[in-house]
């Protein structure tokens, strides 16, 4: 089954604290890994998909194939990055369906 | 550039009727998806339409239905509503297929009562 677990619901960190949003997902095939964030009262956005290899406001995250995880990871949290999480998993093909985690809420105290 | 629209922002219906949401994306992109979303479930895929065909569809009913037009803009219908039905829901676009970045629309608020 096509699945996306995101373990914590919250995350509390206080600024300058490092963070690290954990996304496992189960997928026989090869994936399309992405996380989207939603800042409130603003419209769900991409930040950051794995076949990039980018940085988007200092976050990344690495595909590891072999324990099936995409954590998304930032050295030094911000007080902007409060925001909702979602990891999700493209499978692949001619398609754009996204199978969602149900998200972590991150909440950076100053 | 505008965003993508989704009319109306707000519906409040009552068990049995049914609904039409629309959502209008970014011009000139031409694969529109909807998804659903409740405190419960999530986000869960409903439906992806690419050239005004349905390319893949979700695990919910055939009360669920879409359609795309011939200049992108998307319909979504929901017949004889439940309870159940009472969601957010959201239209994203993107300009073509295979794992794009989604744009998505602010969403309309459905509730039934």
């Known amino acids: 089954a096509q699945r996306v677990t995101q373990p914590e619901k919250l995350l509390s960190v206080f600024k300058g604290a490092p963070v690290e949003l954990k996304c496992n997902y189960s997928y026989s095939g090869s994936p399309e890994l992405f996380w989207y964030v939603q800042y409130s009262r603003q419209r769900l956005q991409l930040l950051l998909r794995?076949?990039s290899r980018e940085s988007i406001k200092g976050f990344t995250a690495d595909l590891n194939k072999g324990e099936t995880s995409f954590h998304l990871k930032k050295p030094f949290a911000q007080e902007e990055d409060s925001a909702m999480y979602y990891c999700?998993?493209?499978?692949?093909?001619?398609?754009?369906?996204?199978?969602f985690g149900t998200g972590t809420l991150l909440a950076v105290q100053p | 550039k505008a965003g993508v629209t989704q009319t109306p922002r707000y519906l409040i219906k009552t068990r049995g009727q049914q609904v039409t949401l629309s959502c209008s994306p970014i011009s000139g992109h031409r694969s529109v998806s909807w998804y659903q979303q409740t405190p419960g479930q999530g986000l869960q895929f409903l439906f992806e339409?690419?050239?005004?065909?349905?390319?893949n569809k979700g695990n919910f009913p055939g009360r669920f239905s879409g359609r795309q037009f011939s200049n992108s803009r998307s319909e979504m219908n929901v017949s004889t509503l439940e309870l159940g039905d009472s969601a957010l829901y959201l239209c994203?676009?993107?300009?073509?297929?295979?794992?794009?970045?989604?744009?998505f629309g602010s969403g309309t608020q459905l509730s039934v009562l």
């Open positions: 999700a998993l493209n499978p692949g093909g001619a398609t754009n369906k996204l199978i």
């Open positions: 339409y690419f050239s005004e065909t349905q390319r």
């Open positions: 794995h076949i």
């Open positions: 994203a676009s993107s300009l073509g297929t295979g794992a794009e970045k989604l744009f």
